[in-house]
T-cell receptor, first 116, second 110 residues
Framework: AQKITQTQPGMFVQEKEAVTLDCTYDTSDQSYGLFWYKQPSSGEMIFLIYQGSYDEQNATEGRYSLNFQKARKSANLVISASQLGDSAMYFC?????????????FGAGTRLAVHP | GAGVSQSPSNKVTEKGKDVELRCDPISGHTALYWYRQSLGQGLEFLIYFQGNSAPDKSGLPSDRFSAERTGGSVSTLTIQRTQQEDSAVYLCAEGNNEQFFGPGTRLTVL
């Protein structure tokens, strides 16, 4: 079974609108971390936001917020006020186990296109 | 990525040749990771280092792949007798929680 599932291969949004990118995960660990990365066409992987499994508040970083629903095992990324520069691939990733030296497991990604 | 450089940025090689990819983290994190990304795919974990030791090599696809890290800093990923299926972007990352990625090396095996 896939550990990280991103069901939207592609999404588009109108500039200045909000968009939600879906991510569900599967783990039996109680301690884990969830990450979102952005990959523009240049290829670099840019860290956006992190949510720990024990964090009670949803993580926010500027225009990015993570809608963490632990019981549903979902960690959706919400981008508010979309900008043309947000057009990119977005990857959800999970670290199993406690915070520390652990590999990340990535989903297949969602390609977001922001239209003017 | 914050403080990670990789070289070369592009490498084209012939099938059967050996290649060496370099990762040079700057930020001093003890944890360093190698991933690869095939065309249109997500990232696949290869190996991680804690200091100069590699506690998890589980992602290395075959014994043609090896990696080392020296001085708790620079790491090299070596692929021997390259095959066409090795063509991918090889990414290095550092970080003890959030991982910060280098720009990657695009490897093309002809």
């Amino acid at each position: 079974a896939q550990k990280i599932t991103q069901t939207q291969p592609g999404m588009f949004v109108q500039e200045k609108e909000a968009v939600t990118l879906d991510c569900t995960y599967d783990t039996s660990d109680q301690s884990y971390g969830l990450f979102w990365y952005k990959q523009p066409s240049s290829g670099e992987m840019i860290f956006l936001i992190y949510q720990g499994s024990y964090d009670e508040q949803n993580a926010t970083e500027g225009r990015y917020s993570l809608n963490f629903q632990k019981a549903r095992k979902s960690a959706n990324l919400v981008i508010s006020a979309s900008q043309l520069g947000d057009s990119a691939m977005y990857f959800c990733a999970m670290r199993e186990g406690r915070r520390g030296y652990n590999k990340l497991i990535f989903g297949a990604g969602t390609r977001l296109a922001v239209h003017p | 990525g914050a403080g990670v450089s990789q070289s070369p940025s592009n490498k084209v090689t012939e099938k059967g040749k050996d290649v060496e990819l370099r990762c040079d983290p700057i930020s001093g994190h003890t944890a360093l990771y190698w991933y690869r990304q095939s065309l249109g795919q997500g990232l696949e974990f290869l190996i991680y280092f804690q200091g100069n030791s590699a506690p998890d090599k589980s992602g290395l696809p075959s014994d043609r792949f090896s990696a080392e890290r020296t001085g708790g800093s620079v790491s090299t990923l070596t692929i021997q007798r390259t095959q066409q299926e090795d063509s991918a972007v090889y990414l290095c990352a550092e970080g003890n929680n959030e991982q910060f990625f280098g720009p990657g090396t695009r490897l093309t095996v002809l």
